[in-house]
């Protein structure tokens, strides 16, 4: 199980970008993905999640109306568009998935992780 994260970069506040996040090694139809990020000198935190039942999405309040998680279910791929980007959202951001049923907003709830791929949001 392996999930690939890309998409990162440095851009001007105000900017977008839009992170991916490729899942091999199983049918990864069943599972919770989600994204959290990690700023320097912070601990890692939520930011969202698109579970596998449904099609509910959950934001951080902090990205709430800006980010969109989405999915490509024939590519196995999550998407993390993110928009009206600020200083704040600099960080590394990870994809993570899990196939329990414990809550999604849970770190430690998650088997599965990508690499980070890192976000730069310059004033």
């Known amino acids: 199980v392996q999930l690939q994260a890309s998409g990162g970069g440095l851009v001007q506040?105000?900017?977008?970008?839009?992170?991916?996040?490729?899942a091999s090694?199983?049918?990864?139809?069943a599972i919770d993905v989600a994204w959290?990020?990690?700023?320097?000198?912070?601990?890692r935190k939520f930011v969202a999640t698109m579970p596998w039942r449904g099609d509910r999405?959950?934001?951080?309040?902090?990205v709430r109306?800006?980010?969109?998680?989405?999915?490509?279910?024939?590519?196995?791929?999550?998407?993390?568009?993110?928009?009206?980007?600020?200083?704040?959202?600099?960080?590394?951001y990870y994809c993570a998935a899990k196939s329990n049923s414990a809550s999604v907003h849970e770190?430690?709830?998650y088997d599965y992780w990508g690499?980070?791929?890192?976000?730069?949001?310059s004033s």
Do not use: H
């Open 25 to 29: 090694g199983r049918a990864f139809r």
């Open 107 to 109: 770190m430690s709830n």
């Open 57 to 62: 999405r959950y934001y951080a309040d902090s």
């Open 13 to 22: 506040t105000g900017g977008s970008l839009r992170l991916s996040c490729d």
């Open 36 to 43: 959290f990020r990690q700023a320097p000198g912070s601990e």
């Open 115 to 121: 690499q980070g791929t890192l976000v730069t949001v």
């Open 65 to 92: 109306g800006r980010f969109i998680i989405s999915r490509d279910n024939a590519k196995d791929t999550w998407f993390l568009q993110m928009n009206s980007l600020k200083p704040e959202d600099t960080a590394v």
